[in-house]
């Protein structure tokens, strides 16, 4: 069920929240990369435009949605931003609720300084790796093909539901046997989940869009039933439209305005 969608700066929305009132928070902000991110989707067979294909045709092709958003403040800056919206996100977390902060080598580490001063090093609960295998390789290092997602606690307690997370694969089933192998294992923190793909059908055209699967695993395991869970960065919307049959989760999420195409 979606509660709404509040299109604003996330920090008015923040500072206007009861202490305690949320469960989960999802946050995906901009990852400090210092760029304009933006994507561009395009129909090729007509339009002024060419690009090159194989064997070095040219292909005549037209955008039909451009969508972007601003990810270009200095480090002190993004720093500053991230340290009031995560410092509100505290207050406003219950007693049980818990907070995943997305974000990639541009500034995970950052977080973690941020989210250790703010809700205190002991309530770290783990850092997930998403893993996907996506796009050109680099040819002078280790190609970077993951996220990380800080995970911490408001307080000793946290909800948690082994039982309704979705299983995986065993590596080995030979070595466990056939019901073990049917019912597949628990996820640890490293998360093989591919990206969106380019042709399915939750592709929205936002750049740096979240595949559904992610979140689905995310509100499963952090949320109950009628809790209220929010996304303060909520981009193309996928925490809102996750499909998980979670009847009864409420979302609440902020935008900035999405450009026109
Ligand atoms: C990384 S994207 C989120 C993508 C999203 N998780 C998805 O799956 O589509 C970050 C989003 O945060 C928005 N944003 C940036 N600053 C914001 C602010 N102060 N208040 C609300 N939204 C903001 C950006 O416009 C962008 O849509």
């Not at 969608?5 to 210092?34: E, K």
């Not at 949605?65 to 403040?73: F, K, L």
């Not at 996907?132 to 190609?143: F, N, T």
């Not at 948690?160 to 030979?174: K, L, Q, S, V």
Request: contains cysteine; neutral net charge.
């Amino acid at each position: 069920m979606v509660e709404g969608v509040i299109l604003a700066d996330n920090l008015d929305v923040l500072r206007r929240l009861p202490s305690a009132c949320l469960d989960l928070v999802y946050i995906d902000p901009p990852f400090g990369t210092r760029q304009v991110r933006r994507l561009d989707a395009i129909r090729t067979g007509a339009g002024e435009k060419a690009r090159n294909g194989f064997a070095g045709r040219r292909y005549p092709f037209e955008v039909v949605s451009s969508h972007h958003y601003s990810d270009e403040m200095g480090l002190d800056e993004y720093l500053g931003f991230l340290h009031e919206r995560l410092a509100e996100i505290h207050r406003a977390l219950s007693p049980v609720g818990s907070l995943y902060l997305h974000l990639d080598f541009h500034a995970a580490h950052y977080g973690r300084l941020l989210l250790d001063e703010l809700f205190g090093p002991d309530r770290f609960l783990n850092e997930v790796i998403w893993a996907y295998d996506y796009g050109g390789r680099a040819r002078d290092r280790w190609p970077r093909k993951h996220d990380n997602i800080l995970w911490y606690s408001k307080s000793a307690r946290w909800t948690f539901n082994t039982e309704d997370i979705d299983r995986i694969p065993y590596m080995a089933p030979g070595l466990v046997g056939p019901e073990k192998t049917a019912l597949g294992k628990l996820p640890t923190d490293t998360w093989w989940l591919t990206i969106v793909p380019t042709s399915g059908a939750e592709r929205t055209g936002y750049p740096t869009q979240k595949p559904l699967k992610l979140l689905e695993r995310i509100i499963r395991a952090s949320s109950n039933p009628r809790d209220l869970v929010a996304d303060f960065f909520c981009g193309s919307g996928t925490t809102g439209w996750q499909r998980s049959g979670w009847a009864g989760v409420t979302f609440w999420w902020t935008t900035t305005p999405r450009p026109s195409a």
